[in-house]
């Protein structure tokens, strides 16, 4: 079965960037075949979609409050997805999950493998 993991995550200054990978492990030449979508879930709050990528990296999506400041992007040649992320703003913090879905999706009920999620906090 195809599982994720993700990776990058950590502390950041307003303004400053971070590189958020999501790995495929175990059946990784299922990994080709699914959308990518990234989620973020902040203290207290619901986890909400942050981007999504297609299965070929041809369509990406964004949250409004993310757009022009995160990149989704993926290497299938090296099984893994990819959320650069620039000028990262307080409101940014959460836990950063990857999700692998059949159809790219900005819904969390649109993906079926779920990572264990990478730690984001931006402070100064």
């Known amino acids: 079965q195809l599982m994720l993991v993700e990776s990058g995550g950590g502390l950041a200054q307003p303004g400053g960037s971070l590189r958020l990978s999501c790995a495929a492990t175990?059946?990784?030449?299922?990994?080709?075949?699914?959308?990518i979508g990234w989620f973020r879930q902040a203290p207290g709050k619901e986890r909400e979609a942050i981007s999504s990528?297609?299965?070929?990296?041809?369509?990406?999506r964004y949250k409004n409050t993310v757009r022009g400041r995160f990149t989704a992007s993926r290497d299938n040649s090296r099984k893994a997805a990819y959320l650069q992320m620039n000028d990262l703003k307080a409101d940014d913090t959460g836990v950063y999950y990857c999700?692998?879905?059949?159809?790219?999706?900005?819904?969390?009920?649109?993906?079926?493998?779920w990572g264990q999620g990478t730690q984001v906090t931006v402070t100064s």
């Open positions: 990528i297609s299965d070929t990296g041809g369509n990406t």
């Open positions: 175990g059946s990784t030449e299922d990994f080709d075949y699914y959308a």
């Open positions: 999700a692998a879905g059949t159809m790219p999706s900005m819904v969390y009920t649109g993906y079926d493998l």
